[in-house]
């Protein structure tokens, strides 16, 4: 069975300081793993995707990810946290490569930055 | 459209009445799926659609759920005899097909009173 856990449910930063937000995985497959934003009021967005090409993702505002699959992790990382990444981030696995089908979500982690 | 759109935004309605959400995905899209989020979680998994089938229905919590989609586009999920614990929001999403990325709606966030 497919499984994602966010490993904080709350991450706060300041303006311009790092973000780090933790996601382990449980896949009986080669996985699929994304992450997306959900801002307040909007719509679900997409971050980025891995889906078994390079290990390292870029994704859209800065934002990256490494596939780490000897420690089973997808964390989510940007250099320089902007007010504007204020939002509730999900980590999700599917059970099937390179698909988007029946996208498993974790419980989520919401980024709080402070200027 | 330009997105996913749900209807109605909000929706109240009280304990054992029936309700119908509706979704239009992005034109085009063949493949639809719906989700549920309670407070404080990540969106469930209730539904797929494959055009006008259901090729996945494994996330619907009971009987009372239904959702169809008779045309392969509009899609409604149907709750009936709808309980306090059916209370989240309801998200639905599309994709061109199979296997690209999944673009969500707003959502309709149901109470049940």
């Known amino acids: 069975a497919q499984s994602v856990t966010q490993l904080d449910s709350h991450v706060s930063v300041s303006e311009g300081t790092p973000v780090l937000l933790r996601c382990n995985y449980s896949?009986?497959?080669?996985?699929?793993l994304f992450w997306y934003v959900q801002h307040p009021n909007k719509g679900l967005q997409l971050l980025l995707k891995?889906?078994?090409?390079?290990?390292l993702v870029k994704g859209i505002n800065g934002f990256e990810a490494e596939f780490k699959k000897s420690e089973t992790s997808f964390h989510l990382t940007k250099p320089s946290a902007h007010m504007s990444d204020a939002a509730e981030y999900f980590c999700?696995?599917?059970?099937?490569?390179?698909?988007?089908?029946?996208?498993?979500f974790g419980a989520g982690t919401r980024l709080a930055v402070h200027p | 459209g330009a997105g996913v759109s749900q209807t109605p935004s909000n929706k109240v309605t009280e304990k054992g009445k029936y309700v119908e959400l509706r979704c239009d995905p992005i034109?085009?899209?063949?493949?639809l799926y719906w989700y549920r989020q309670s407070l404080g979680q990540g969106p469930e998994f209730l539904i797929y659609?494959?055009?006008?089938?259901?090729?996945?229905d494994s996330g619907l919590p009971n009987d009372r759920f239904f959702a169809v989609r008779p045309e392969g586009s509009v899609s409604t999920l149907k709750i009936q005899r709808t309980e306090r614990g059916d209370s989240a929001v309801y998200l639905c999403?599309?994709?061109?097909?199979?296997?690209?990325?999944?673009?969500f709606g707003q959502g309709t966030r149901l109470t049940v009173v």
């Open positions: 999403a599309s994709s061109f097909r199979t296997g690209q990325e999944a673009f």
């Open positions: 896949s009986s497959y080669s996985p699929s």
């Open positions: 891995y889906t078994s090409a390079a290990t």
């Open positions: 999700v696995v599917t059970p099937f490569s390179g698909g988007y089908n029946k996208l498993i």
């Open positions: 034109s085009g899209h063949t493949a």
């Open positions: 659609f494959q055009g006008t089938g259901a090729a996945d």
